[in-house]
């Protein structure tokens, strides 16, 4: 019979034995899966599990302090967290095409990751340790749907070693919840008390803004980007709707168009809001949000982000259209 419980504890038991007294590392991203497969993975080995938690320079207006806080003093993980806005920002420069950034973000990422682990496992070497072990939040969907389009969410499968890992050191996957749907991973995230804001967080994509800026992702443009975000998430949460909808969210287009404001002509860009309700994300309903929320969003757009004048509201169902812009 399945139980949370039951769950829990048979996996913190086999972890523990696979384990023993070795050393795990865990990419972070903020999400269910992640966070999850990290919280038990440590109530099973302690800090000998280190998170690694990376800004790749196109999150939510705030997300990288607010992650670090959750998983540090929330959920009492090691997490060690890395500032690489910079250089991701960089080899995004004069990307355009969708596929090319999102390839763009993956490599990149897997090069920061491999130096963390590297320096990780570089100090645990010399406690002379053999095995290295790789936490991923795979679960089920993500291991029969390997045909899915942009691949599984959030995992980085395909790394199958780390770099610079030391000599001899041999890197093994623990995949807790890779027989888990997301409502099972949420019911024992639950069980293991963790808090609903990430439990219930709308899923984001790995390549985050950078596929909700159309064309060239700047640092001006995400700025702007995570602006008008935070409106139409914040305005869907006080409408009683953040969990209604399956994703809710904006999109900077590099379309300008005039407008006026006050006595003064503007000639900025437009935003558009994109809600759809799903089951999985493979079909979406664009949502019917109420005229009342949609004005509030597009009034505080225009009125406090500096940059956007125009706000549109995407009524295009998946298919034929995608979730994503990008
Ligand atoms: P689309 O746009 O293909 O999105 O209808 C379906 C779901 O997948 C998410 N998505 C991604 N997730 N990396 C991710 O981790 C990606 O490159 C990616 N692209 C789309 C999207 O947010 C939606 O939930």
């Known amino acids: 019979d399945w139980t949370p419980e039951h769950f829990i504890q048979a996996t913190v038991e086999r972890v523990r034995a696979q384990v023993g007294d070795g050393h795990a590392i865990c990419g972070l991203s903020g999400g269910v899966d992640s966070s999850v497969a990290a919280v038990l993975v440590a109530k099973a080995i302690g800090n000998r599990l280190t998170c690694i938690f990376v800004n790749n320079g196109v999150l939510r207006k705030d997300e990288f302090a607010k992650v670090q806080r959750t998983m540090r003093e929330g959920l009492g993980l090691n997490v060690v967290a890395v500032d690489a806005s910079d250089r991701f920002l960089t080899k995004l420069a004069g990307v355009t095409d969708p596929e090319q950034k999102r390839k763009v973000i993956g490599n990149e990422f897997i090069a920061v990751f491999d130096d963390e682990a590297a ?17 991923q939040g795979t679960l089920y969907p993500d291991v029969i749907e390997s045909s899915s389009v942009h691949g599984p969410s959030h995992t980085i499968k395909s790394h199958h070693n780390v770099g610079g890992l030391p000599e001899n050191m041999k890197l093994k996957l623990i995949e807790p919840l ?4 997301k409502d099972e991973v949420r019911r024992i995230g639950r069980d293991l008390g963790m808090p609903e804001e990430i ?12 596929v909700r800026i159309l064309g060239e992702v700047t640092a001006d443009r995400v700025a702007l980007l995570q ?3 935070e409106i139409v998430v914040s305005e869907i949460k006080a ?6 909808v399956w994703q809710s969210f904006a999109v900077l287009l590099p379309v300008k168009s005039v407008g006026v404001m006050g ?4 000639y900025a860009y437009t935003c558009a809001i994109r809600a759809v309700e799903s089951e999985d994300g493979m079909t979406a309903d664009w949502a019917p949000l109420p005229y009342e929320v949609l004005r509030t969003i597009s009034s505080r757009i225009v009125s406090e982000v ?21």
Do not use: C, H, M
């Not at 496992?121 to 790789?134: H, I, R, T």
């Open 263 to 266: 006595d003064q002509r503007t």
């Open 239 to 244: 409408a009683g709707l953040y969990r209604k």
């Open 199 to 210: 439990l219930e967080r709308q899923p984001f994509p790995g390549p985050g803004l950078a």
């Open 227 to 229: 602006e008008a975000d």
């Open 178 to 181: 890779r027989d888990l749907f």
């Open 119 to 135: 320096k990780i496992f570089e100090a645990e070497k010399s406690a002379g340790e053999e095995v290295a072990w790789l936490v």
């Open 306 to 326: 500096r940059g956007i004048n125009r706000v549109v509201y995407d009524i295009t169902s998946k298919p034929p259209g995608t979730i994503e812009w990008e």
